[in-house]
């Protein structure tokens, strides 16, 4: 029964993308082989899968390896830098005049043209690639944790101020659960942004990883291994991104949290 019923709620969730995602695929499938669409400007489907089958040692167990660190340390570090970043500007208002506007102008260079300078910096090492993907990444997490802070109920904050409660009361007590629907939404567009940062990291200065891969085979015009590897840097996205959410969902329903 239980079964069943998480299978209906499948269905009726997704069953209409599913339905879309389907009939996208037969029509691609159908456009390539009829030669309405150059299989070198874009391959069929089945050919991808072919392509990912042949290749899926190389790209599981290298490249796909070496994605995952770069975009684990860079999404640690931006969780951790940001989260303590925001709570300091939320707690010190001459902070965040200080910080928030190098943030804000952190996100108007475009990190393509970042990228060559941490690999002078760095090398051809994963700390150019996890320095890309930090930058991405923190972002979303500052703003949104900032933002999240800052919602915490002002008459609960004054009945606890009149009860005797520290700042850290306070702070722990009201703003910390307030700040949790807004944390992991910050938490769900970082990692996806993550995927990004590592794909533009590898791409322009990598030796490894999927974006590294998908250039070389640019180059050979090996347009089957290459959407191959694009394919599995979008699963990743959407694995990673269903992670967040899990994760997001298991806390705010222990803590009573609606969003």
Same mark, same amino acid.
């Given at each position: 029964?239980? /079964?069943?019923?998480?299978? &209906?709620?499948?269905?009726?969730?997704?069953?209409?993308?599913?339905?879309?995602?389907?009939?996208?695929?037969?029509?691609?499938?159908?456009?390539?082989?009829?030669?309405?669409?150059?299989?070198?400007?874009?391959?069929?489907?089945?050919?991808?899968?072919?392509?990912?089958?042949?290749?899926?040692?190389?790209?599981?167990?290298?490249?796909?390896?070496?994605?995952?660190?770069?975009?684990?340390?860079?999404?640690?570090?931006?969780?951790?830098?940001?989260?303590?970043?925001?709570?300091?500007?939320?707690?010190?208002?001459?902070?965040?005049?200080?910080?928030?506007?190098?943030?804000?102008?952190?996100?108007?260079?475009?990190?393509?043209?970042?990228?060559?300078?941490?690999?002078?910096?760095?090398?051809?090492?994963?700390? *150019?690639?996890?320095?890309?993907?930090?930058?991405?990444?923190?972002?979303?997490?500052?703003?949104?944790?900032?933002?999240?802070?800052? /919602?915490?109920?002002?008459?609960?904050?004054?009945?606890?101020?009149?009860?005797?409660? *520290?700042?850290?009361?306070?702070? &722990?007590?009201?703003?910390?659960?307030?700040?949790?629907? *807004?944390?992991?939404?910050?938490?769900?567009?970082?990692?996806?942004?993550?995927?990004?940062?590592?794909?533009?990291?590898?791409?322009?200065?990598?030796?490894?990883?999927?974006?590294?891969?998908?250039?070389?085979?640019?180059?050979?015009?090996?347009?089957? *291994?290459?959407?191959?590897?694009?394919?599995?840097?979008?699963?990743?996205?959407?694995?990673?991104?269903?992670?967040?959410?899990?994760?997001? /969902?298991?806390?705010?329903?222990? &803590?009573?949290?609606?969003?």
């Amino acid at each position: 029964m239980r /079964k069943r019923t998480a299978l &209906r709620s499948l269905v009726d969730d997704y069953g209409l993308f599913l339905l879309i995602l389907a009939l996208a695929l037969l029509v691609w499938e159908s456009a390539v082989r009829l030669g309405w669409v150059p299989a070198f400007i874009l391959p069929a489907p089945t050919s991808i899968a072919i392509a990912l089958a042949e290749d899926g040692r190389l790209l599981l167990g290298v490249h796909l390896a070496a994605t995952l660190k770069e975009i684990g340390a860079g999404f640690l570090l931006s969780v951790a830098g940001g989260t303590a970043l925001a709570a300091a500007m939320h707690g010190s208002r001459t902070l965040e005049k200080a910080f928030y506007p190098f943030i804000v102008i952190s996100q108007t260079v475009p990190i393509i043209a970042l990228s060559p300078i941490f690999i002078m910096w760095f090398g051809y090492t994963i700390w *150019s690639k996890v320095a890309v993907v930090f930058l991405t990444a923190f972002f979303p997490v500052v703003v949104s944790t900032y933002d999240g802070l800052r /919602k915490g109920d002002r008459e609960f904050r004054e009945l606890l101020l009149t009860m005797g409660a *520290s700042r850290w009361d306070i702070f &722990r007590k009201v703003q910390v659960p307030a700040a949790l629907p *807004s944390f992991f939404s910050g938490l769900k567009l970082s990692i996806v942004y993550c995927v990004v940062g590592a794909t533009i990291g590898e791409w322009l200065g990598g030796r490894e990883g999927l974006g590294y891969f998908s250039r070389r085979m640019s180059g050979k015009l090996d347009t089957d *291994s290459m959407f191959a590897a694009v394919l599995l840097l979008s699963l990743l996205g959407i694995v990673l991104f269903a992670a967040a959410a899990c994760i997001e /969902k298991i806390i705010l329903r222990r &803590r009573g949290i609606q969003k």
